[in-house]
C-alpha cells in the first residue's frame, strides 16, 4: 500500500471526534489483568497488582493484602455493634453509681465552708495574689496577662532567637517566673 491511500481512506477516530479528544487519546491504552493501565497508575512492589498514586505517593495495595479473608461493612455492622456496646456499658455504670455509689468523704453541706481550704498547687500563685490586690483587679490581671501572652509574638518583633540579643524578653520571663515562684510558696505556708 502506498501512503496515497492511507490519506484518502474514511476519516479516522482522531478526524470524526474532532481536536478537543486527541489529548485523552495520544496516551496509549494498556491492559494488565483486564484493567486498563491510566498514566497515574503504578504497580505495587509487594504483590505486582496495580494501585493507584496520587500526587506521586503510591498507595498501599489493601485488597491484595486482605484477599480472601471474611469481611463486616463499617455501617451498619461494625458501627451497630459498638454502639450496642458503649449504651450497655453505660447502663451498667449508671446502676453501679445509684445502687453502690462510693463514698469518698462525707455528704457535702453547702452552708459550711470547711477551715483551710485551699486551691490546687498549680492556682495557689493566683489565690495568694488575690490577697494583695481588691477582687475586681484580681480577676481582671490575670485575663489581661494571658492576652498579653498569646499577643507577644506580634508585639515582640525582634527577629533574632539568639537569647544574648533577647535581654529584655529574657528578664521579663525570669521575673514573671520568680513571681509565680514566690506567689506559690507564700500560699503554700500560709
Known amino acids: 500500500m502506498s501512503d496515497d491511500n492511507t490519506s484518502t481512506s474514511a476519516p479516522t477516530a482522531e478526524k470524526a471526534t474532532g481536536p478537543a479528544d486527541t489529548a485523552s487519546q495520544a496516551a496509549p491504552k494498556v491492559m494488565h489483568g483486564g484493567r486498563v493501565v ?11 497488582r496495580m494501585c493507584t498514586v496520587y500526587d506521586g505517593i503510591r498507595e498501599h495495595d489493601h485488597h491484595a493484602e486482605w484477599e480472601g479473608q471474611p469481611t463486616i461493612r463499617f455501617f451498619p455492622d461494625h458501627f451497630l455493634s459498638e454502639a450496642t456496646a458503649m449504651v450497655l ?51 481582671i490581671t490575670p485575663v489581661a496577662l494571658l492576652v498579653l501572652l498569646g499577643a ?31 506567689l506559690t510558696v507564700m500560699g503554700a505556708m500560709e
Open 89 to 139: 456499658l453505660l447502663c451498667l455504670y449508671s446502676v453501679l453509681a445509684i445502687f453502690l455509689p462510693a463514698y469518698l468523704e462525707g455528704r457535702a453541706n453547702p452552708s459550711v465552708t470547711p477551715v483551710g481550704s485551699k486551691p490546687a498547687w498549680y492556682f495557689l500563685f493566683l489565690y495568694q495574689y488575690l490577697h494583695f490586690v481588691p477582687p475586681l483587679i484580681g480577676t
Open 38 to 48: 491510566e498514566p497515574g497508575d503504578a504497580y505495587s512492589p509487594v504483590t505486582d
Open 152 to 182: 507577644w509574638p506580634f508585639i515582640d518583633r525582634n527577629p533574632s532567637r539568639k537569647p544574648r540579643k533577647r535581654i529584655a524578653a529574657l528578664a521579663l520571663a525570669v521575673m514573671v517566673v520568680v513571681i509565680i515562684m514566690t
